[in-house]
């Protein structure tokens, strides 16, 4: 649990930097932009793969609380929403003009389901994490003033939609293998 929980303070908490705008000011006028994007990418993967590995090797851990049943009946759709949602996020569409936030948004609908389905201390940790993170980095985006204006374009919503339809359905086909978990009737 100790790889799981050192990857998720790697992985979160450079991601929280941008939040705190003084934060990345300063690193950026010490390492100049290319090198704290190079930190930041480093850091980031580093932490991803932590989060992976330490996931993977962990046991589940005793449940914490029992999972709500409607949680895992509504999973595949919210989890599909926030796919279409993270593709949203770097798209010129409508979803994004409107949303403002919508990566945010869809891992705050991916790992809030995934939190109320599980109730494992190895999945209370993991998804929980990822919903604070969500929530404090969504609160201070919303706060500081938007400074992408572009006009958006119905056909960036369509690539979303179908994209996200399409990485969510391969996601819960191997769900079952990656995880152990089938979520859809399909799942190998």
């Known amino acids: 649990m100790t790889l799981l929980v050192?990857?998720?303070?790697?992985?979160?908490?450079?991601?929280?930097?941008?939040?705190?705008?003084?934060?990345?000011?300063?690193?950026?006028?010490?390492?100049?932009?290319?090198?704290?994007?190079r930190y930041f990418s480093l850091a980031s993967g580093l932490g991803f793969l932590l989060i992976i590995v330490g996931f993977a090797m962990s046991e589940r851990g005793p449940q914490l609380f029992t999972p709500v049943a409607g949680a895992r009946m509504v999973a595949p759709l919210l989890v599909t929403l926030a796919f279409i949602l993270l593709a949203a996020a770097n798209m010129r569409g409508y979803l994004r003009a409107t949303l403002r936030h919508p990566m945010l948004i869809g891992v705050l609908l991916w790992s809030g389901v995934h939190f109320l389905a599980n109730?494992?201390?190895?999945?209370?940790?993991?998804?929980?994490?990822?919903?604070?993170?969500?929530?404090?980095?969504?609160?201070?985006?919303?706060?500081?003033?938007?400074?992408?204006?572009?006009?958006?374009?119905?056909?960036?919503?369509?690539?979303?939609?179908?994209?996200?339809?399409?990485?969510?359905?391969?996601?819960?086909?191997?769900?079952?293998?990656?995880?152990?978990?089938?979520?859809?009737?399909?799942?190998?």
């Open 119 to 188: 109730g494992s201390t190895r999945a209370t940790i993991l998804f929980g994490a990822f919903f604070v993170w969500a929530v404090l980095d969504l609160v201070a985006a919303v706060s500081r003033p938007s400074t992408r204006i572009f006009a958006p374009q119905a056909k960036y919503d369509a690539m979303s939609v179908v994209g996200g339809i399409v990485v969510a359905l391969a996601v819960m086909s191997v769900h079952r293998w990656l995880f152990g978990v089938s979520v859809v009737p399909f799942s190998f």
């Open 6 to 37: 050192v990857g998720l303070i790697l992985f979160l908490g450079v991601h929280l930097v941008p939040a705190i705008p003084a934060w990345r000011r300063a690193l950026v006028t010490r390492h100049g932009e290319d090198g704290y994007k």
